[in-house]
């Protein structure tokens, strides 16, 4: 965690993405139960007991989930979030957490990859275009911490962001 960035960055980049890959269940389990107030502890959690130096609101925080069946008829998890307004390059507008259904690949005869079940993606504020309007760009953020560009981003619109996720994965609505 960088503390001279923002609450809003590390929140994105470091917090969410370490508790969704590591505690998927338990955090659909708060999430479902507690909603806003479970988003909201993390939110503070940087400022009251990781000290982070540049604090944001979190107004304008929010959730929903979405369910979608993959064409091997697995059924997938997400939770879509919304982000305060980025002010800052790297910030974040959204963030879809995805859980997919456990599955194992046999390599050989007795190896057995366990494939990963959670992938984050954002839409990262990158700047402004000439126009004055955001250039964003969509990212995912792997286990490891990694923040990978995957493509140009969306206009910062929700369901716009939502489906171009839905395409990456190649799943349909």
Known sequence: MDIKRSQHYNYTHETLPIVWHKQNEDFLKYIDKDGITFL???WKHLENALGVQILSSSEGLGYQFKTVTAKNKDIVKLVLLTLPKPETVGEVFYMVLVKVPES???LARFFLL???TTRVFSLELEGQNEDGTPR?????LTPRARNIRIKNG????LDTFYKEILNVLKLER
Not at 136 to 140: A, K, L, N, P, S
């Open 114 to 116: 366990k494939l990963p």
């Open 136 to 140: 964003t760009g969509i990212y995912e």
């Open 154 to 157: 969306t206009e910062p619109v």
């Open 104 to 106: 194992r690949v046999f």
């Open 40 to 42: 909201r502890f993390w």
